[in-house]
Nanobody
Framework: VQLQASGGGVVQAGGSLRLSCAAS????????MGWFRQAPGKEREFVAAISWSGSRTDYADSVKGRFTISRDDAKNTVYLQMNSLKPEDTAVYYCAAELTTMIATMAAQYDYWGQGTLVTVSS
């Protein structure tokens, strides 16, 4: 599967953005999906994940209550709605897909990665 992330940009603190990740292939509905981010000088970290069925989601503590992950299998797309953004959310955001578990929160579990989209939150 090939992944294409989009939707990044510059936003003021307190604002919102919605990231999209479009996937190629006919088996998108079989993949668990996740979002990760990497800030300058830091390691890539988990942000959110959604199961292949969409029935389960998981979030990093730092984004709980502010970010929402969702998927539209008819459009082969997973979304990350980001509200109440903070300067510390500034990072390159990556979407990822994996086929072997229902839901995954570790980068090493993912087999496919998108190219990343930059989110910059100004104070």
């Amino acid at each position: 599967v090939q992944l294409q992330a989009s939707g990044g940009g510059v936003v003021q603190a307190g604002g919102s953005l919605r990231l999209s990740c479009a996937a190629s292939g006919r088996t998108f509905s079989s993949y668990a999906m996740g979002w990760f981010r990497q800030a300058p000088g830091k390691e890539r970290e988990f942000v959110a994940a959604i199961s292949w069925s969409g029935s389960r989601t998981d979030y990093a503590d730092s984004v709980k209550g502010r970010f929402t992950i969702s998927r539209d299998d008819a459009k082969n797309t997973v979304y990350l709605q980001m509200n109440s953004l903070k300067p510390e959310d500034t990072a390159v955001y990556y979407c990822a897909a994996e086929l072997t578990t229902m839901i995954a929160t570790m980068a090493a579990q993912y087999d496919y990665w998108g190219q990343g989209t930059l989110v910059t939150v100004s104070s």
